[in-house]
């Protein structure tokens, strides 16, 4: 499912779906930064465009990823992580800016649909890694830009707000950004 409510583009509807079938939502809503296709995980939903830019945009929130990669960083690649890395964006190179990056023991996500190969094919670890900004596919970029790919990728936090594994769809009324 694509973390967005619909699209114009023709060919996208017939072939994917959207957060529009999964209720009915209010005139005007919009996600606060978005998932890619093959990302899951926590999705704030919100009416107020200026708290949502603000969320996208001031580096003031934090975003926590659990990715599972293909491999096993070691320290000098987890601080190369943590310093910045050069990924592609727009055709041209960007450094990122510096991340919180830690290993971390398998988490306990959900089932996914997701097709993710096993072990058997060489090793897999987990890390956390958090960012302030959220460039396209930006943790995916960093983490092939090292040498490890990432395998399965999940938002787990934005700033204060932290997914609840256990709860799964967790629907909160907040006070408007001002």
């Not at 699209?7 to 959207?18: A, G, I, P, T, V």
């Not at 830690?102 to 058997?120: C, F, G, V, W």
Request: proline fraction near 4%.
């Amino acid at each position: 499912m694509l973390s967005q409510f619909t699209s114009n583009d023709e060919k996208q509807l017939r072939k994917k779906r959207f957060l529009g079938e999964l209720y009915d939502f209010p005139e005007g809503v919009m996600a606060v930064g978005r998932l890619d296709e093959n990302s899951e995980g926590l999705l704030l939903i919100t009416t107020d465009g200026q708290w949502s830019n603000h969320v996208n945009k001031s580096g003031e929130f934090e975003k926590e990823y659990y990715a599972q990669l293909d491999g096993i960083p070691d320290e000098e690649i987890l601080e190369q992580l943590r310093s910045g890395v050069k990924i592609g964006l727009n055709g041209k190179k960007y450094l990122t800016q510096p991340a919180k990056v830690a290993r971390i023991d398998s988490p306990e996500l959900p089932a996914t649909l997701q097709r993710i190969r096993n072990d058997r094919h060489g090793p897999t670890s987990w890390i956390s890694i958090t960012i302030t900004e959220g460039k396209y596919r930006q943790v995916r970029k960093m983490c092939s830009a090292v040498g490890l790919p990432v395998l399965r990728l999940a938002r787990v936090r934005i700033g204060d707000y932290k997914l609840d594994m256990l709860m799964g769809t967790t629907v909160m009324e907040v006070e408007p950004y001002s």
